[in-house]
Nanobody, 124 residues
């Protein structure tokens, strides 16, 4: 079973940047699509970004497109989420998730494994 540990969250002013990392364990990382989701207080978890197992194809939520970039280094078993031009509405706990196949999807149901999350707070 994949284990996922997120890092890189913190407090940043609006307009600033953060880079989240997710360290994975497990033998199938290089053949597994990965995703980032977020959940703000009182709101449902929402899709942020996902990337194919090879890293050649990525999906983004409309709300982050053009500001966030997801990438991966299979040799390090790590995925990243570079977040630029952050807005107060980006404030949430961000979760890394591992899929059950190589193709990325937006549905949380496609990602059976999830990390504990890292808090991102954007001040106005």
């Amino acid at each position: 079973q994949a284990q996922l540990v997120e890092s890189g969250g913190g407090l940043v002013q609006a307009g600033g940047s953060l880079r989240l990392s997710c360290q994975a364990s497990g033998r199938t990382f290089s053949s597994t699509a990965m995703g980032w989701f977020r959940q703000a207080p009182g709101k449902e978890r929402e899709f942020v970004a996902a990337i194919s197992s090879s890293g050649g194809y990525a999906l983004y939520a409309d709300s982050v497109k053009g500001r966030f970039t997801m990438s991966r280094e299979n040799a390090k078993m790590t995925v990243y989420l570079q977040m630029n031009s952050l807005k107060p509405e980006d404030t949430a706990v961000y979760y890394c998730a591992a899929g059950s196949g190589s193709y990325p999807f937006k549905s949380p149901g496609a990602y059976p494994h999830r990390g504990q999350g890292t808090q991102v707070t954007v001040s106005s």
